[in-house]
């Protein structure tokens, strides 16, 4: 992991300029301070006049550096560069990032696991909404991941099923014959193809042609729910206001496979509770 930082901090230099923000994500904690003190090495080294990433002077530092209690994020602050992880307290997370917000330091260095739903946030924290015309996301990775990161970045997520891996229960549940359990699964397929049917998906002629309309194969490009692409096709209307398309968009039924993240409860919360969303 260390490897990686020269790289990282070369993909900073050559795409965070004039004073860009940058956030880079690391797998554990222990290497968010590993990564913060070594970029803030090769920092110095190539400016010794100036820290690199510290956007404003050390005088109007000093008031939020005195209130960091972490003694290492006190030291890379002063250098532009800042770290989160859920070990620090709750005033120095808010500091680093009220900095980071207001452009007073470039560099932000935050831990996290990463799975598929968080390479996409990654890469949507690239830009600033209303700010930025475009960003740019680098993904750093061993060599046999390359392909794969590639591979999931350029082309739709494939749709998997997991039938094969309970197939044997499934078919022992059934304890019958061979004729139920072909009536069953029949039975299966024809209520399934009703739905897919019935929400403007498919097009069902002479009980067995089937043929895709422009909703099912909308959803199959873009990875949606067959039932997300019906409440959206009979919700929406030319007269749909703002708040009417994110009810619709809040509707989607791939939220529910978002898990709430530790600490995200009460940011929930006071979303929730805030005038902004009441529109």
């Known amino acids: 992991m260390q490897a990686m930082t020269k790289p990282t901090y070369t993909a900073i230099v050559q795409h965070a300029k004039n004073g860009k923000p940058a956030i880079v994500f690391v797998p554990t904690t222990k290497h968010t301070r590993l ?17 690199m990433f510290l956007l404003q002077s050390v005088e109007e530092m000093e008031p939020f550096v005195s209130r960091i209690k972490e ?70 990775c061993h060599a046999p991941r390359k392909d794969y990161y590639r591979k999931f970045l350029d082309e739709a997520f494939p749709v998997e099923s997991h039938l094969d891996h309970y197939l044997h229960d499934n078919i022992n549940a059934e304890g019958v014959s061979h004729r139920h359990l072909s009536d069953h699964l029949s039975e299966l397929v024809e209520i399934t193809l009703s739905d897919l049917e019935a929400s403007k998906c498919v097009a069902i ?49 791939e939220y529910e496979l978002l898990p709430i993240r530790p600490g995200e409860e ?14």
């Open 266 to 279: 009460e940011l929930i919360r006071k979303v929730n509770q805030s005038p902004a969303v009441l529109l």
């Open 35 to 51: 990564t913060a003190v070594d970029l803030m090495s090769y920092s110095s080294v190539d400016n010794e006049e100036k820290p």
């Open 71 to 140: 003694p290492m994020l006190n030291k890379t602050i002063q250098f532009g560069v800042g770290y989160l992880h859920e070990g620090l307290t709750s005033t120095d997370q808010a500091i680093v990032k009220t900095l980071f917000e207001t452009g007073w330091i470039q560099f932000e260095n935050a831990h996290t696991d990463y799975s598929v739903t968080d390479l996409l946030q990654m890469m949507g924290d690239a830009t600033w909404p209303l700010v930025d015309n475009c960003g740019k996301c680098v993904i750093l």
């Open 205 to 253: 002629e002479d009980d067995y042609l089937l043929s895709p309309l422009n909703l099912g194969m909308i959803a199959s490009y873009y990875y949606i729910s067959c039932t997300t692409i019906e409440s959206f096709s009979s919700s929406l209307t030319y007269k749909t206001k703002l708040k009417g398309l994110l009810e619709i968009l809040a509707s989607a039924s």
